[in-house]
T-cell receptor, first 117, second 110 residues
């Protein structure tokens, strides 16, 4: 299957600082990338959908000013957690799809475990 | 709205069979099935697109019912490597986002 690389895999930051997470599709072009958040033993909750070259669409309850998403190219999307607080600690996962192709699966990155201290 | 999976958790002995169900309150365009190991990203298993479709490889198969609001994943002669949490991901018509179900934790014991 296709490869999606997410970086960093783990990050610890101080409260009040910002953290950037990168999601790259290595061997295909991702027209659409999705950002999920996952709490321990829980399902993946969709935070936002980003299409290359346009603004992200956020799910209800997700603060767009806190979770900044950029999808500047067909191979890279970034999620920036701004002014992070301990309650932002979580497992963040991106997935990528090329929706120009019919009925394709979503490929997932390895995930980023964020700990805010 | 998040699809509901059942059961929430199941423990099997190696070689036993399991069925995991995924139910949506709305008509679906497609259903994707994933398995996730602790601390790792979900791994794609299969996608079902048509009502009545059944698909499978090795000893894992799935079906997507005619009304297109439910899907089931079948695991036969389970192996230790099947342990993990299984999620269905549902896609509705005209909406490309995948909404994941509540999850089913499967534990295989020797």
């Amino acid at each position: 299957g296709a490869v999606v690389s997410q970086h960093p895999s783990r990050v610890i930051c101080k409260s009040g600082t910002s953290v950037k997470i990168e999601c790259r599709s290595l061997d295909f072009q991702a027209t659409t990338m999705f950002w999920y958040r996952q709490f321990p033993k829980k399902s993946l909750m969709l935070m936002a959908t980003s299409n290359e070259g346009s603004k992200a669409t956020y799910e209800q309850g997700v603060e767009k000013d806190k979770f900044l998403i950029n999808h500047a190219s067909l191979t890279l999307s970034t999620l920036t957690v701004t002014s992070a607080h301990p309650e932002d600690s979580s497992f963040y996962i991106c997935s990528a799809r090329d929706l120009r192709l019919v009925n394709t699966e979503a490929f997932f990155g390895q995930g980023t475990r964020l700990t805010v201290v | 709205q998040q699809p509901v999976q059942s059961p929430q958790a199941v423990i099997l002995r190696e070689g036993e069979d399991a069925v995991i169900n995924c139910s949506s309150s709305k008509a679906l365009y497609s259903v994707h099935w994933y398995r996730q190991k602790h601390g790792e990203a979900p791994i794609f298993l299969m996608i079902l697109l048509k009502g009545g479709e059944q698909k499978g490889h090795d000893k894992i198969s799935a079906s997507f019912n005619e009304k297109k609001q439910q899907s089931s994943l079948y695991l036969t002669a389970s192996q230790l490597s099947y342990s993990g949490t299984y999620f269905c991901g549902t896609e509705m018509y005209g909406n490309e986002k995948l909404t994941f179900g509540t999850g089913t934790r499967l534990t295989i014991i020797p």
